[in-house]
């Protein structure tokens, strides 16, 4: 099959989600920061007949229900090379963890790519299975989420994660 996407309920809200073949490609909520260009997504299906966006509302429903810690689909994002090697160190925190921007750059091997690390985490394509919520900021608090910070703090919260309170600025 080609490039294809639909819409999947999920207890987050509808969620765009896109394939290629057999690998997931994309992840989006209602409003993200950066959707996909409605010319890269393919032809509409219905995501209850297809089988592998049917496999991903399962994981997604029992991820949501506490009782799925990873995912096991076949994704396939698209992006450069940095951003490929800052989504392959997101797969590897664990679920119910957190890292920094900061921490990730260093990773890398420079501190100073914090800003880089954090651009390409927000273009992070596949929210959740990619779990781009894990990364906040220096100081523990919650930083910009492409779902919305009340979904980030959600994510963290259902996996156990520390979350630190949002300072209010008034």
């Known amino acids: ?11 987050l809200g509808d969620l765009l ?10 992840i989006y909520f209602p ?3 950066h959707p996909p260009a409605a010319e890269t997504i393919g032809v509409e299906v ?3 007949g297809d089988e592998l966006f049917t496999r991903l509302g399962e994981q997604l429903a029992e991820y949501l229900d506490g ?3 990873a995912f096991d689909l076949s994704m396939a994002p698209t992006g450069d090379e940095f951003q490929h090697a800052v989504w392959a160190m997101l797969r590897d925190i664990p679920c119910g963890s957190t890292t920094s921007y900061g921490e990730l ?11 880089r690390v954090g651009n390409a985490v927000g273009r992070n ?9 894990r990364v906040v900021g220096a100081d523990g608090s919650l930083t910009g989420y492409a779902g919305g910070l009340e979904r980030k703090r959600f994510l963290l ?14």
């Open 67 to 69: 009782r799925r810690t």
């Open 17 to 26: 989600v896109g394939a290629d073949g057999e690998a997931l490609s994309g």
């Open 31 to 33: 409003g993200h920061w």
């Open 157 to 170: 919260e259902l996996e156990g994660a520390p979350v630190v309170a949002q300072a209010r600025l008034f």
């Open 46 to 48: 219905d995501a209850r």
């Open 105 to 115: 750059a260093v990773r890398l091997g420079d501190r100073n790519l914090a800003r």
């Open 1 to 11: 099959m080609t490039r294809r996407h639909a819409m999947l309920p999920t207890a």
């Open 125 to 133: 394509p596949l929210s959740i299975l990619v779990p781009c919520h």
